[in-house]
T-cell receptor, first 111, second 114 residues
């Protein structure tokens, strides 16, 4: 079945440093979604990428979708303590009728 | 617009018992999906319901079942509970297709099996 891998699993950064998480799929994706889950909370939708090579920005967050549509990344510039949480990527599953979530990257920002 | 609600928020059961969890989607959303979240396995897809029909099912045993009512509210049932069923159970609603539409998650039900 389809697998979605995310690295790193954990990342500790000093406030103000940059952060990047990478998502790789075993199959080509029609789209990829990113979610953020704060500690004790539930996943919240951040963005969806659809086009090959697409780049989207949300303030300090930059999302990229690979040319082959099998990988994606999320980059945060100058992290803040409010960025703490686990970031998940998700893509359509093997049957294309479900979302397969990556394992997530847990970000800790040290003040 | 009210968000996705789930009841109960916390539940403690013992092995062998059964449990029913409830999810009310955002008004107008017809798709409801269920996920199991554990520290070791991450977010695992259980099943999705759309207009009272199960559209897709993840790789979970038959002890896990669900249904959806005409008002789009959904319930999930787990029978013969096992210790390994302890997890956060999340439901998510979307307007249409689970694989393209934004998923709006509820706060989850934390199930502990003793």
């Amino acid at each position: 079945g389809q697998q979605v891998m995310q690295i790193p699993q954990y990342q500790h950064v000093q406030e103000g440093e940059d952060f990047t998480t990478y998502c790789n799929s075993s199959t080509t994706l029609s789209n990829i979604q990113w979610y953020k889950q704060r500690p004790g909370g539930h996943p919240v939708f951040l963005i969806q990428l659809v086009k090959s090579g697409e780049v989207k920005k949300q303030k300090r967050l930059t999302f990229q979708f690979g040319e082959a549509k099998k990988n994606s990344s999320l980059h945060i510039t100058a992290t803040q303590t409010t960025d703490v949480g686990t970031y998940f990527c998700a893509g359509p599953g093997g049957s294309a009728r479900q979302l397969t979530f990556g394992s997530g990257t847990q970000l800790t920002v040290l003040p | 617009k009210a968000g996705v609600t789930q009841t109960p928020r916390y539940l403690i059961k013992t092995r062998g018992q059964q449990v029913t969890l409830s999810c009310s989607p955002i008004s107008g959303h017809r798709s409801v999906s269920w996920y199991q979240q554990t520290p070791g396995q991450g977010l695992q897809f259980l099943f999705e319901y759309f207009s009272e029909t199960q559209r897709n099912k993840g790789n979970f045993p038959g002890r896990f079942s669900g249904r959806q009512f005409s008002n789009s509210r959904s319930e999930m049932n787990v029978s013969t509970l096992e210790l390994g069923d302890s997890a956060l159970y999340l439901c998510a609603s979307s307007f249409g297709r689970i694989n393209t539409d934004t998923q709006y998650f509820g706060p989850g039900t934390r199930l502990t099996v003793l």
